[in-house]
């Protein structure tokens, strides 16, 4: 089995910076796609940013130029870097990978529990 564990999250004061992680473990063959999606309380779960296993990123408008993914394949590992925070920007913040194990013959998606964040003065 895998699984993403987040980490990073907390309470930032709007225009400050928090960097994300999410780490995937188990019995991993490949990791294509990963992303990060995010969750506002009585709102549906948004795409944030994705990153293909070429390094080749996608951005939500309202995120774009201030966030940046970035992934280290080697620890099978997607960051996201988000400055200049907004409040709002608060919300549940899940990573999402496309991973094939060495048991399956196709990848299939697989979830974090998700990191909180909160920008509040």
């Known amino acids: 089995q895998v699984q993403l564990v987040e980490s990073g999250g907390g309470l930032v004061q709007p225009g400050g910076s928090l960097r994300l992680s999410c780490a995937a473990s188990g019995s991993i063959f490949s990791i294509a796609a990963m992303g990060w999606y995010r969750q506002a309380p009585g709102k549906q779960r948004e795409l944030v940013a994705t990153i293909t296993s070429g390094h080749r990123t996608n951005y939500a408008d309202s995120v774009k130029d201030r966030f940046t993914i970035s992934r280290d394949n080697a620890k099978n590992t997607v960051y996201l870097q988000m400055n200049s925070l907004k409040p709002e920007d608060t919300a549940v913040y899940y990573c999402?990978?496309?991973?094939?194990?060495?048991?399956?013959?196709?990848?299939?998606?697989?979830w974090g529990k998700g990191t909180l964040v909160t920008v509040s003065s």
């Open positions: 999402k990978m496309d991973v094939r194990t060495f048991a399956d013959r196709y990848a299939r998606d697989y």
